[in-house]
């Protein structure tokens, strides 16, 4: 397996809480993204980061924001947790971001948002 | 932006039959067409990918054909086993300005004895 730390694993928050999620990787790769996964909706990418303090976003950005201050972690907050961002949630990383470059998964973070 | 369709959502086969999983995409631009493999509580694994100046790909039980014409890719599994159940997801990209990925609905694939 590819060296992806996701933490929590698992965590229940409440309606308006802000809530941080952390992806630690130990590759040094360049690239990491955050995805968020949906029954009937695959995956879909909520931000991104291609080098440190470099981040942009994805096609389900609203209502998170990420930080990279260092190479090997990726934080993805949701500043005011709402029902709708109750979901599982994948850190991955790639070295170039590139096609010869494939993306690696960690093993998720499941929220739950009461 | 990209989407990617996929189907059957779910496929069910007796061990050693084959099984084939079929993916659409829409920009004529994406590139880079990766296979993933889910299994319960874990994170997707890469298990093939294609790129857009190859036909067809294989590994071992597991091939990927792709027709750029139609813009569309597919996944056969050989000889399947009971290790094969799982959920597969497509995905494609452009590879450049980051490799991200859109992915399709998956498809749940039960190898019964």
């Known amino acids: 397996d590819a060296g992806i730390t996701q933490s929590p694993r698992h965590k229940v928050t409440e309606t308006g809480t802000p809530v941080t999620l952390r992806c630690h990787q130990t590759?040094?790769?360049?690239?990491m993204y955050w995805y968020r996964q949906d029954p009937g909706h695959g995956l879909r990418l909520i931000h991104y980061s291609y080098g440190v303090k470099d981040t942009d976003k994805g096609e389900v950005s609203d209502g998170y924001s990420v930080s990279r201050s260092k190479t090997e972690d990726f934080l993805l907050t949701l500043e005011s947790a709402t029902s709708s961002q109750t979901s599982v949630y994948f850190c991955?990383?790639?070295?170039?971001?590139?096609?010869?470059?494939?993306?690696?998964f960690g093993n998720g973070t499941r929220l739950t948002v009461t | 932006g990209e989407n990617v369709e996929q189907h059957p959502s779910t496929l069910s086969v007796q061990e050693g039959d084959s099984a084939v999983i079929k993916c659409t995409y829409s920009d004529s631009a994406s590139n880079y067409f990766p296979w993933y493999k889910q299994e319960l509580g874990k994170g997707p694994q890469l298990i093939i990918d294609?790129?857009?100046?190859?036909g067809e790909k294989k590994d071992q039980r597991i091939a990927v054909t792709l027709n750029k014409t139609a813009k569309h890719f597919s996944l056969h599994i050989t000889e399947t086993q009971p290790e094969d159940s799982a959920v597969y997801f497509c995905a494609a990209s452009k590879g450049g300005g980051g490799n991200k990925l859109t992915f399709g609905t998956g498809t749940q694939l039960k190898v019964e004895l």
């Open positions: 590759e040094n790769h360049r690239y």
């Open positions: 991955a990383i790639s070295e170039r971001g590139r096609n010869n470059s494939p993306l690696h």
């Open positions: 294609i790129r857009s100046n190859v």
